[in-house]
């Protein structure tokens, strides 16, 4: 079975942190660039951040840039969003999704079913 899984959301306190995990199964991620979107009620999905196959390479939307990171470790077939200093407005189903290509093409292959992260107090 080919796909990604989503884990690390919940519940935090505006100012706090959380790490989400995007775990691959039955396919490698070495290939793939992968990206995080997010998705609020009433709003379009947005792209929140971007990783080339090898982590080399990295962007992120002015929304989070400075608070979110993006990494990588393809020995656990696993890429990672670190966020701190979480805003109510960062409160979405957060989504991990594989490039077709090594780089972020925004030609997405593979999604995954999402994870609810909510910023409040």
């Known amino acids: 079975q080919l796909q990604l899984v989503e884990s690390g959301g919940g519940l935090v306190q505006p100012g706090g942190s959380l790490r989400l995990s995007c775990a691959a199964s039955?396919?490698?991620?070495?290939?793939?660039?992968i990206g995080w979107f997010r998705q609020a009620p009433g709003k379009e999905r947005e792209r929140v951040s971007c990783i080339n196959n090898s982590g080399s390479s990295s962007n992120y939307a002015d929304s989070v840039k400075g608070r979110f990171t993006i990494s990588r470790d393809n020995a656990k077939n696993t890429v990672y969003l670190q966020m701190n200093s979480l805003k109510p407005e960062d409160t979405a189903i957060y989504y991990c999704?594989?490039?077709?290509?090594?780089?972020?093409?925004?030609?997405?292959?593979?999604w995954g079913q999402g994870t609810q992260v909510t910023v409040s107090s």
């Open positions: 039955g396919f490698s991620l070495d290939y793939h660039a």
């Open positions: 999704a594989a490039d077709l290509y090594y780089y972020c093409s925004n030609t997405w292959q593979y």
